[in-house]
């Protein structure tokens, strides 16, 4: 044969041989190369290249362009497209429509030119014009071979997570002005006992001098020690509160007498998920003016039994 290539390896090392037999056969000229690296290399790349097939997650490279050079299946199935549509393609031609905000995509442009990694949610486009919310991680990359910058993109479609997020604030948002207009003092603690939420009328029967937003996150496991002293009985209050949350069993119309005059009916609810405990709930009633009534009225029935 006149020409013959092969590899072998020694020491680790690989090498690819040359051997080209001369012209009158005589002799054999044998050219070695080290091309280890460059076999470590095309394995990081041929490791790389099935970990981007199979990643749920769409892929793509783009050059300094901002032209699509590479694009995995994973996105080709998000967005709808095959891959000669999307090659040498931008971004912004093929995913962008209407509801896509121009602000974060131009955080993710000003990110490539800064050469700096960036993550965005993003409402874009299938080919069919029907959008989703993406999550989108870009970060730059150094051709080897050519030098060049490169810049490729990870993009997950979030909307069921979106949509969860959606349902969850609006949840929030109409507990929130639930517990806001009932006239009951209510207070809710996670497991940790930091304050979840709480209402004005809450922070008005305590005398608590904040808007009860401000309470959120605070820690309240010091609150029935700091706050006895309100109390008719101070030392009995706390020892109850402490034995209430230590059986974390639901405990209704208890009432607790102030040392202003007032008389309220508490409840206490534990919050128990799936049998674990996540939280306790609080309510307070103001009942002393019903109090104040049955006083009096058992008051006349003595006096008229008297008479």
Known sequence: ????????????KIFIITSLLSQNNIHINNYANNITELKRTQRDLERLSVVASINRSGVYFIDLDYK?????EALLRITGYKLDEVLGKTPMKLFHGPLTDLGIYN?????????QPA??????????RSWFWANVKKQPAENKETGMLEFFSIVEDISEKKL???????SQTMLSSLVCNLKEGILMEDETRHIVIANDNFCSMFGIPVNADLLTGSDCSRSAEESKHLFRQPDKFVTHINKILLNNKAVLNEEIEMINGKVYLRDYIPVIIN???????????DVTESKSHERRLMQQEAKYRNI
Not at 1 to 12: A, I, N, S
Not at 68 to 72: F, K, L, Q, V
Not at 119 to 128: A, Q, T
């Open 1 to 12: 044969e006149p020409v013959r290539e092969y590899e072998v390896e020694t020491d680790g």
């Open 68 to 72: 699509i050079i590479y694009a995995n």
């Open 107 to 115: 955080n993710l442009v000003s990110a490539s030119k800064n050469v």
């Open 119 to 128: 993550e965005v949610d993003i409402i874009l486009y299938r080919k069919d």
């Open 164 to 170: 969860a997020e959606a349902t969850l604030k609006k």
């Open 275 to 285: 049998d674990v405990l996540k939280g306790h709930l609080w309510k307070y009633t």
